[in-house]
């Protein structure tokens, strides 16, 4: 009776669960597992941890500190001995994800995990926020380009311990552009690698390095920086057509010089701050202040020299003449009306005088149509000399911004 009672009552009992093939693999494999240490049965093996980067856009480049914030998926793939299973022991399983932090020191990123294959192949994918230091070049901007650089080393184990090379070759890394956001102000050019060791205390550390090739795009600067300019410039040439003599080309030219002077002053924080060499667009500026300054001192030359003569021009018409001395003669000239004869006389010798007052003033007005002329041929060379100035000024940007653009 007790021996049917026990087994009536073994039946009546639940088995206990049987455990997944996942679980008791990841069991298997952290029960006696220690993230402390490199991942080698024999310790004289060495470590290969391959890389591979990829860039998906440029956050920012800072002008001041020369830096630029990138955002980038780094892919890092090693072989940990410690993690090696048979598949067939498993349920076929050939890939499992782990906890990152069961298995590297590092600080969990966005992604936690790292997969793990059956060969002991671990990949661990990291998108990452990184500032590079970067070698900035502001000469050509807005046409410039800048070479920001990473590295990755290992500050503890030389190269005997940790390895380092690269997942794919460096003609692909250099040339994938796929994930890359190009709707910004960044243009991807390439990003080459470079495999090296350095010798410190007798001792060799691998070291990879990505420089991050980018252009910028100069459309938005050209619209508002260099095409008003070029518009400020422009009408300063055509206010030469102005007629010389009409007062007005002088006030013209200083609303000119004015404006282009708030325009400079509201765009300061725009243009980039460097204190190694001055960008070709603040040459650019300072040249073009310059040569406003210059139109605006030859006009005042030429409008100096054209009311500069020999004799002065008169400042009263004939006619203000005549009313300035007949005005203050009219009591004589009724008295003289008395005696005809003697009225005649005098007549004919205002006559004269008049005359003689309308000559002159024919001789004064043709001298000074001469050195009208001639003031407007002053004119006419200064403002081709002017041009020519001008002309060459900007075939020379142009040249340094193209050479240093394709370069």
Known sequence: WLSSTGAHLAECVPE?????????LTRTLLRKYDCGVRPVHNWTSTTTVYIDLILQSVL??????CTGTYLLCCFQVWTDEFLVWDPDEFDGINEISLSKSLVSFRKSPPIPYVYVNSSGSVKNYRPIQAVLACSLEMYAFPFDKQNC???????????KEIDLALWRSAEAIASDKREFM????????????????????????????????IRR????????LLIPSIFLMLVDVISFYLPLNSGTRIAFKISILL??????VNLTDELPVTAVRTPLIGVFFAVCMALLMLSLTKSILVVKLLHHSEKEVKQMSVSACLLDKYGSAGHGF????????????????ELASLRQALSQEDGESAAQAEWLALCSKLDRLLFRLYLLVLAVYAGTLLLLWASWSFN
């Open 60 to 65: 920012d480049v800072v002008r001041l500190c």
């Open 149 to 159: 650089s990473l590295t990755f080393r290992s500050w503890l184990h030389s190269v």
């Open 334 to 349: 009724t008295e003289s009306l008395q005696d005809a004869p003697s009225g005649l006389e005098w007549l004919l010798g």
């Open 217 to 224: 795009r100069p459309l938005l600067y050209v619209v508002g």
């Open 259 to 264: 404006g282009y002077t708030v325009f400079r």
């Open 182 to 213: 190009n709707d910004g102000e960044w243009e991807l050019l390439s990003i080459p690698s470079q495999y090296w060791q350095i010798r410190q205390d007798d001792t060799d550390y691998a070291h990879i390095q990505f420089n991050v090739l």
């Open 16 to 24: 206990k669960p049987k455990r997944s093939a996942l679980n008791q």
